[in-house]
């Protein structure tokens, strides 16, 4: 097998050893950086990616693997797709996932189009994921990782068939001790680097810290409430809260008390005692069917409202072009509005989409 492949190199380890097993397998390859971000988040140290730190450290592997390394940017379209996304997402009451956004709308999207524009055959990630062709349909299908603790095909389901067909998944077979171990067998400087963090333009964690200074503006306080609207204290700002919540309410009752949902309307965060927190079915819209076509009948699936978390036996039914309901066998809990919904069929990802609302 040979061909032209770039490979999206982020500075960590899972890109290089990703970069390293394609030349070893005969690949004429490239490496490329993608500049996501401006001021502050673009500082050294942290947990977080696509610093000028992690831009040396991917050159150097390129370096050291004798290809060449490119760095594009791709500020404005991360701000817009990814970055916009998640602050709008917050300030309408619901908890976003931009790793999905930056999947869907930078890596498969911006830079799969600029390594063909390259006349590369395929874009390489390091993702954990697998992508396999079947031979009966020739459909392609996109499949957990052998190592399942570090397996990101949630992340994924918004790829189509045409992205599939030009991307490679390297790591898929691999358990990520065996990727460190072939990474410090190659002396590559990164090999013990630590993980970045889920969302790397927040590099303190807080999210609504980063929302305020982003926008420029201070989230206005409301009422906390109970399922009947009475009112239980103050909150302070949506954007502090997420389905499930308890910590940080600032309340003390007799009984532990956890968002349930939040009100962008009237500003209101509604609270709840844990088995309020139980839902059996929710909507999902934007979706995305990988596996199959849009099914006319109803389906049996194994369903994530969460990365990591275990798949949940359910039914799943298009209620309109795009729009899926979904009804699990047993009550979940804390299933959180603008989070992604994944699809599988033991190891196969059916499809995904965006979790609109759950009851």
Known sequence: MGGRVL???????????????LKARGFDCAGATMKLFDGEETRTGGRTCCSLEDVSDAKSVAYRLDIPHYVFNFTEEFKERVIGGFVEAY????????CVDCNRHIKFEKLLSRAKQLG??????GHYARI???????????KKAADEAKDQSYFLYSMTQEQLAGAMFPLGGLYKANV?????????????????QDICFVRDGDYAGFIERYTGK???????????????????????????????????????LYVRSKNPENNTVTLCEESGLFTKSLNAVDFNWIAIDEPRSPVRVEVKTRHGQKERRATAKVS????VYIEFDEPQRAIAKGQAVALYDGDTVVGGGTISDAF
């Open 320 to 323: 309109s072009p795009g729009k």
């Open 7 to 21: 490979i999206a190199m982020s500075g960590g380890v899972d890109s290089s050893v990703a970069a390293y097993l």
């Open 218 to 256: 201070v989230c206005e306080s409301g009422d906390f409430t109970d399922t009947r609207g009475c009112v239980l204290g103050r909150h302070k700002g949506l954007i502090r809260y997420t389905a499930g919540q308890r910590r940080g309410l600032g309340l003390s009752f007799p009984k532990p």
């Open 132 to 142: 396999e062709r079947d031979l009966k349909t020739g459909r392609y299908l996109l």
């Open 120 to 125: 590369a055959d395929y874009l390489a990630t």
């Open 180 to 196: 460190r171990l072939i990474a410090a067998e190659q002396g590559f400087l990164n090999a013990k680097k630590r993980d970045s």
């Open 91 to 98: 300030q309408n009451g619901a908890t976003p996932n931009p």
